[in-house]
Structure formats: C-alpha cells, structure tokens
Nanobody, 122 residues
C-alpha cells in the first residue's frame, strides 16, 4: 500500500510564503505523476500543480502560475510545493495525490494524502 504524508500547511499573511511537502512511502508505476490539488469550503477540489518523477517536467494551473513551484527530491521520495505571493483566495485544504498517468481531475489519481490546511489572512 502506498501512503502519502503531507506537511507544511499553516497560517500566513497575504504576500507571504509557505512550502508544502509530500513524502511517498514507496514509488511504483502508479506514483509516476505527483500532483497537488486544493479544496476551499463549499468548492470543488481543484488541480494546482503536477510533476513527473521521471522527467521532472511540471505544469501549474493558471491561478498559481508564476507564484507556485512544484519540485521533487528523488532521494527523499518527497515532492514540494513552494507557494509565494500568497493571496486570500489561496486559502484551502491542500492535498497531495499520485497517479500513473496524471491529469487535471481528481478521478485520475489513485493515492491521496490526508490534506493540510493553508490559510492566508488579509
């Protein structure tokens, strides 16, 4: 069984930064694509960023492009989401997810972390 353990959420002021971490218990063909999603109260779970473990290629959703950066540390089996210039609308529970093929919707992902709260105060 694959487990995803997240950390790094918290409370930050507008314009501040946070870094989220997601450690994978073991890597398999079903964890080749790692992604971050977020879900605000009463809203759908939205795609944020993804990274390919093998190639290192990344993609960010338009609302976070230029502010968020996803990266990985192969030796630590850990994926990071560096979030800069945070805005109130970034407030959400952030989830790490893993998939063999990736995609922009939650149903494409097989494994999920427990979620970590990010709150941006104005």
């Amino acid at each position: 069984q694959v487990q995803l353990i997240e950390s790094g959420g918290g409370l930050v002021q507008t314009g501040g930064s946070l870094r989220l971490s997601c450690t994978v218990s073991r890597r398999t063909v079903d964890t080749n694509i790692m992604a971050w999603f977020r879900q605000a109260p009463g809203k759908d779970r939205d795609f944020v960023s993804l990274i390919n473990w093998t190639s290192g290629s990344t993609y960010h959703a338009e609302p976070v492009r230029g502010r968020f950066t996803i990266s990985r540390d192969n030796a630590k089996n850990t994926v990071y989401l560096q979030m800069n210039s945070l805005k109130a609308e970034d407030t959400a529970v952030y989830y790490c997810a893993a998939s063999g093929g990736g995609g922009w919707t939650p149903d494409r992902y097989k494994y999920w972390g427990q979620g970590t709260q990010v709150t941006v105060s104005s």
